[in-house]
């Protein structure tokens, strides 16, 4: 096999396991990434491609609970990255995904530490940096930050992801992430009290999610069931509804709130 082919084998491998993560499919993600991996073996392709479908396979892992096995291989891309002169934006990426990790594990303090880590490295790497990654990152950080109590550093990184996502070329309005950073919003303001903002932006969020995902994707689902109470447009939240959607919201490890 000529490594021209090989490339484009893997190439294809590794894209058919994003779809599959993208779409919820996490089973069939897995078995894509790990035959990408496969195809690695030979030593004929760079061996930074190993880091990216390392870190495609933890991501996988990680949505279905194994997270010493996904840490491990997210482990072994920072090590490759960190040895690529040009690997400063896969570093970001890395930290990231370990961010995660530690955050559905219960390891709030190293994902944050992660996290700004990641941030620090996704803007010394610039326009190498996808701005999905910068995007993604300030939601995870409005995500701590509401975890710890400290709202008013919640709001401003909500409002700072908001603008980012709405002012960038290769984002928008219609992006999955942006339909993600307003449900993290909804539910912030509706802890706060302030329900008609939150039952404002419900609608958009939910629509953007779906239309991205799919209404089966488990993600969609949870964020359904996470706020069911504002499925009525008439409706009122108090301050039990809103306990209940923190309740559903702790059960989930999705990370979409």
């Not at 010394?124 to 995870?140: S, V």
């Amino acid at each position: 096999m000529s490594e021209t082919e090989l490339l484009q084998r893997w190439q294809t491998r590794m894209a058919v396991g994003r779809m599959a993560y993208e779409a919820g499919y996490y089973t069939q993600a897995i078995r894509h990434f790990r035959l990408a991996l496969e195809l690695l073996e030979s030593g004929e392709l760079r061996h930074s491609l190993k880091a990216r479908t390392l870190t495609g396979l933890a991501k996988s892992l990680a949505a279905i609970g194994k997270y010493p096995e996904a840490e491990i291989m997210i482990d072994q891309a920072l090590t490759i990255d960190k040895e690529d002169i040009d690997g400063v934006a896969g570093q970001a990426e890395d930290f990231h995904q370990l961010s995660l990790l530690c955050w559905r594990s219960g390891r709030d303090t190293e994902s944050l530490d992660y996290a700004r880590k990641a941030f620090e490295l996704a803007n010394k790497a610039g326009h190498d940096a996808p701005d999905e990654l910068k995007a993604k990152l300030l939601k995870h950080l409005a995500v701590l930050a509401e975890q710890s109590g400290n709202t008013a550093e919640t709001e401003d990184y909500l409002n700072k992801a908001i603008e980012f996502i709405t002012m960038s070329p290769q984002l928008g309005k219609n992006s999955m992430i942006y339909g993600d950073v307003l449900l993290v919003k909804v539910f912030f303001l509706a802890e706060l009290g302030r329900y008609e903002e939150a039952a404002e932006l419900y609608p958009q969020a939910m629509q953007i999610v779906a239309m991205m995902r799919g209404l089966k994707h488990p993600r969609v689902e949870e964020a359904i069931k996470i706020f069911k109470e504002m499925e009525n447009p008439s409706a009122v939240l108090n301050a039990e509804q809103t306990q209940k959607m923190e309740t559903t919201r702790e059960a989930s490890h999705h990370g979409i709130v």
